[in-house]
């Protein structure tokens, strides 16, 4: 398997190689026929970095004050696969002053000059299609005070990234990467004279990919809610940009969109981001309001279930599970064993969550986020519910759920949830019920491993006999966000959880179990280092074919209903303040 996905990795590279050569020979367009108003919006901070040289990209910092992008030693491919997308440009425009527009000048006529021919690993199609974005979204940026010959190598080097695109894009995998390069070729050909050609295929091929990858209820294959939100944000960007050019819209692409709206409004929290699962983060600041805006599907009853997860929400809380299998095919090579983990926010404070992806943090904390212990789950010890294959970064064994029970009633919302993990390797059914009360102010969990059959009885007293009863061992793992204060009851049976508003939950368990509080981390996208955090743990030992441990997460009885959770930002100092009232 690694010989042929190395063959076919050689092949695509010399394909993309023959591609730019024909790419070459493309016809040089004569100027924009029009623009698309700017959709991509960056950060006013990360384009003062950039300008100060600090260069955060992919979770790498490169100090380079005096040099241009392309001449920093990458710190990993990651690093350069961000640079060759040109997301940065939409820092520096959120900065908007002379020194920002040098340098997104400076950087992209030393990106013409230095890969335009078709060298470095920026010509694939998906970086090619963010890239075509991101010139014309900020053309007015780049091209102005350029004189003649610096704008014809601009509009050279955008005819040519066009004209390989045309050629490759069917190469792009499935998902986001094809959305990204079919949108960069349509915003091409809708803004390119003399590239109109391309205009139809890429509506006809960007409203096939709708329907392929895009199922009945608005999810796709990677189960990654981040990844569907930048796919929709694709997808509302094509659509505004046929519209502005007063053509058609496809039904596909529009259905698509009307899918899509409300799988995200069920995978958002309470305070507004997205639940962090399968190497999803939270979603960029305001990424993912405006693009439901761009939408324009009308909210209505929020989804109970999409795209696998199922959602609780009672009051000012929100509970959002996994509630499937890990994705499988390609979707399986950024998998992670989450199966029956949660997350819980409370108004605008994350309470309960998962580690996160490690993308951004090279390949042992990528591998370890993706384990089961790196989420708010149930675990056996070292051994995960999904697991990984011996050899590259598909999962081998990926966790089926075997029974899904949603119920609705007057006191609240009650899920239950078993999957098969732990069934072929040690005879027993991982199952877990939760209960999130009406009023929002109580989850109550219960967490077992069963042995249910004969068989599967039989195959764990081997186990445990071959393992000195230690094959038994579980932890259930609770992710705490690094803004919750944890401190333990003195009797060790119970612990006080403050967030940050002022409120005040209580975890307190039952069971054969021993709790404690320990170190955990919070992966979060566009930092240096792993934010460190606290988990509760209760660690116990599965010894009988059943072991049944129950929990709950409730707020203090002088907690109020409601509490205005307010915070600012000091304009001159940039620091933020907090303040809660009941």
């Not at 350029?146 to 995998?173: G, M, N």
């Amino acid at each position: 398997m690694g010989g042929t996905g190395g063959t076919s990795k050689r092949f695509d590279r010399l394909a993309d190689r023959l591609a730019v050569l024909a790419a070459r020979r493309a016809r040089t367009a004569r100027g924009f026929v029009s623009l698309p108003e700017p959709r991509s919006i960056g950060l006013y901070a990360r384009g003062k970095q950039l300008v100060d040289g600090a260069i955060l990209l992919a979770g790498h910092l490169a100090e380079a004050p005096d040099s241009l992008l392309w001449d920093v030693p990458a710190p990993d491919p990651a690093f350069s696969i961000a640079a060759q997308g040109f997301g940065w440009l939409d820092d520096l425009a959120a900065l908007g002053t002379k020194e920002a527009q040098a340098r997104a000048q400076d950087w992209t006529w030393a990106w013409i000059a230095r890969f335009g021919g078709g060298r470095g690993p920026g010509w694939t199609p998906d970086l090619t299609g963010r890239r075509i974005i991101a010139w014309v979204h900020h053309a007015t940026l780049l091209l102005s005070g350029r004189d003649s010959a610096q704008s014809e190598a601009f509009f050279r080097s955008l005819s040519r990234q066009a004209a390989y695109l045309e050629r490759r894009w069917q190469s792009a995998a499935d998902g986001l990467p094809r959305f990204e390069a079919l949108t960069g070729l349509l915003y091409a050909g809708l803004s390119l004279n003399g590239m109109e050609a391309v205009i139809a295929p890429a509506v006809t091929a960007l409203a096939a990919t709708c329907e392929a990858d895009i199922d009945a209820e608005g999810g796709i294959p990677t189960r990654n809610p981040e990844e569907l939100l930048e796919v929709l944000t694709r997808l509302t960007w094509s659509a505004s940009a046929l519209s502005e050019a007063n053509l058609a819209v496809p039904a596909a692409l529009s259905a698509a969109i009307t899918r899509i709206a409300p799988a995200l409004r069920a995978l958002r929290h309470a305070d507004g981001d997205l639940a962090r699962f399968h190497g999803g983060g939270k979603g960029a600041e305001g990424r993912l309001d405006r693009a439901l805006a761009a939408a324009g599907v009308r909210a209505g009853a929020t989804p109970a279930i999409a795209m696998g997860y199922a959602r609780l929400a009672g009051g000012r809380t929100s509970v959002i599970i996994d509630a499937s299998a890990p994705p499988e095919g390609r979707a399986a090579e950024t998998a992670h064993a989450s199966t029956g983990a949660f997350e819980l926010v409370s108004g605008r404070r994350a309470l309960v969550v998962n580690c996160g992806s490690g993308l951004d943090f090279g390949a042992e904390w990528r591998r370890a986020a993706r384990a089961t212990a790196s989420h708010s789950a149930l675990g056996l010890e070292g051994v995960s519910s999904s697991r990984l294959a011996a050899t590259g970064e598909a999962l081998a064994h990926r966790a089926q759920v075997t029974a899904a029970r949603l119920t609705v009633g007057t006191e609240g919302t009650d899920l239950f949830l078993a999957h098969d993990g732990w069934l072929r390797s040690h005879g027993l059914t991982a199952s877990r019920s939760l209960t999130l009360a009406q009023d929002g102010r109580r989850l109550s969990g219960v967490d077992a491993l069963t042995a249910m059959t004969a068989e599967a009885r039989r195959r764990f007293e081997d186990v445990m006999t071959t393992t000195a009863m230690a094959g038994g061992r579980f932890a259930i793992r609770f992710h705490l966000h690094p803004d919750v204060d944890a401190e333990p009851d003195i009797g060790g049976g119970a612990v006080s959880l403050v967030l940050r508003s002022g409120e005040i939950w209580i975890f307190r368990f039952t069971g054969p179990a021993v709790l404690g509080l320990e170190p955990s981390v919070y992966l979060e996208t566009g930092r240096l280092n792993p934010r460190p955090c606290t988990q509760i743990v209760l660690r116990g030992q599965a010894r009988g074919f059943e072991t049944r441990l129950g929990w709950t997460l409730a707020k203090a009885k002088d907690t109020p209903l409601a509490i205005r959770d307010l915070e600012g930002v000091d304009l001159q100092t940039g620091i933020t303040s907090y303040r809660a009232s009941a």
